[in-house]
């Protein structure tokens, strides 16, 4: 491997990104193929401008200031993070959708302690996938990252189409009250319904950024709902655009976003052809419910390039095993409303109710003792997870560790998509086939972090 300096340091090519820079990257330690020295990322918490009127206290973030930075990383070279504790509370950090070590997964008591106020923890790992990812805690989520820790994390491929611009965009709500400071984070009668939205929607942390780009240019734009609960409809208004990739995969077929629907831990990657004329506004909107909202919008900027949609190439399949559909076993999983509210004991930020259960069993995923697997699988083997829907809400199910194939739904025609979230909509049967071939323990649990952390949560063994 040949670490290049134009490599490392390349930066987000959009000039107006405000608040989101390039991961600082450290200087290369020793040789090549020597792991590169460790991006810090130290938790904080801070003062932040997220709407009009008084900054909020107690926002959190990796650094000193604004957002959490954009990670870059590169597919198949070798990447290293030093988290620092800054704050008073244990974290770890979980590198969403990303196929790490199951040491290097981050989550407490299952794979790795606590990471106390004043300590660190060092990642490292290879991304075998390009794509968009993201990175969180998995420890106190609903209060750590409904204050602010998300962020995005870009695999290049150096192999990918070359793009006119590119922009990251971290999707995501704050609950906050009139003052501009935080309230009560969740309401119980919501936790058991869709979760507890946000009050104040942001890009980027921002109200409705605008970026430039060029006109008559091509644009990939990644967009990472790293929300606690909101489900979004994603529609482009104003110029061309098409789906590339989603959770961090090529799609076998492009299409319009025309309402796509993408829950929590959801990545949406588009190539939008820019209007020809200068000042035409294109806007990326969420038309989901009954207030459809703006959440970022492109401004053309310059004399035409004269670009075409058409002329992109494919980007490149990740090296994701193919599941054996002959030999494959099944695995029988149904998301259901527990029959009672168990007060459910956790420690790690528990929220002190039991509302939802995979296989009848609720576990919040943060007790020191963990509830049995869902299945002990073998290393190397192919399985297909057979999940029904048996309540009325919809649930972005996430797997740790290993990326699935959507083979077949009840109630919609699917692209046989490669993912780590699959977003069931209510009373949907859905078939995800993998091959179990990374060992230890992986979490599955729906990313509406009130559902997770009121019990569905489990998780499966590879040995
Ligand atoms: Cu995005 Cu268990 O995590
Ligand atoms: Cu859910």
């Known amino acids: 491997t040949t670490f290049t300096r134009r490599a490392l340091l390349k930066t987000t090519a959009a000039a107006g990104l405000a608040g989101i820079g390039a991961a600082t990257l450290g200087r290369l330690a020793g040789f090549a193929a020597a792991t590169p020295a460790p991006l810090i990322l130290k938790t904080a918490s801070i003062e932040a401008r997220l709407m009009e009127g008084a900054p909020t206290k107690n926002v959190l973030t990796y650094g000193e200031a604004g957002p959490p930075p954009v990670v870059r990383m590169r597919k198949g070279e070798p990447f290293a993070a030093h988290l620092i504790n800054g704050i008073d509370d244990p974290t770890t950090i979980h590198w969403h959708g990303i196929r790490v070590p199951n040491k290097m997964d981050g989550v407490p008591f299952l794979v790795q302690p606590y990471v106390y106020q004043g300590d660190n923890f060092d990642y490292a790992f290879t991304p075998p996938d390009a794509g968009t990812f993201w990175y969180h805690p998995h420890c106190n989520t609903l209060i750590q990252m409904g204050h602010g820790l998300t962020g995005v994390i870009v695999v290049e491929n150096p192999n990918d189409p070359v793009f006119d611009l590119e922009m990251v965009v971290n999707l995501r709500d704050w609950r906050l009250g009139d003052d501009g400071q935080f309230i009560e984070p969740f309401r119980p009668r919501d936790a058991a319904r869709t979760g507890t939205f946000g009050t104040v929607r942001t890009a980027n942390w921002l109200d409705q950024p605008q970026f430039d780009a060029p006109a008559g240019g091509l644009v990939r734009l990644r967009a990472a709902i790293t929300d606690v609960t909101r489900i979004y409809a994603f529609r482009v208004d104003g110029a061309e655009a098409t789906v590339i990739a989603l959770d961090g995969n090529p799609v076998p077929q492009r299409f319009a976003p025309d309402a796509l629907q993408l829950g929590p831990g959801q990545r949406l990657e588009l190539a939008i052809r820019m209007p020809d004329e200068e000042g035409a506004i294109v806007s990326l909107r969420d038309v989901r419910g009954t207030k459809p909202k703006i959440l970022a919008t492109l401004r053309s900027a310059g004399r035409s390039l004269k670009h075409d949609l058409r002329d992109l190439g494919p980007l490149e399949a990740n090296p994701v095993p193919e599941v054996d559909l002959t030999s494959a076993k099944r695995i029988p999983l149904a998301l259901s409303a527990t029959a009672e509210n168990v007060a459910a004991d956790g420690i ?53 560790g290993m990326s699935f194939k959507v083979l077949w739904s009840s109630t919609r025609a699917v692209q046989p998509l490669i993912s780590d979230t699959y977003l069931i909509q209510p009373d949907e049967k859905v078939q995800l086939g993998f091959v179990a071939d990374n060992p230890g323990d992986w979490l599955l649990h729906c990313h509406i972090i009130e559902h997770q952390k009121t019990g569905m949560t489990s998780y499966f063994r590879v040995v």
């Not at 790690?348 to 002990?376: H, M, Q, R």
């Open 348 to 400: 790690c930020g528990s929220l002190g109710y039991s509302f939802w259960a995979i296989n009848k069993v609720p576990w919040p995923g943060d007790t020191p003792d963990p509830t049995a697997p869902l299945a002990e699988l073998k290393l190397g083997r192919s399985y297909i997870i057979d999940m029904a829907n048996l309540t009325p809400h919809a649930h972005p199910i996430h797997l740790h």
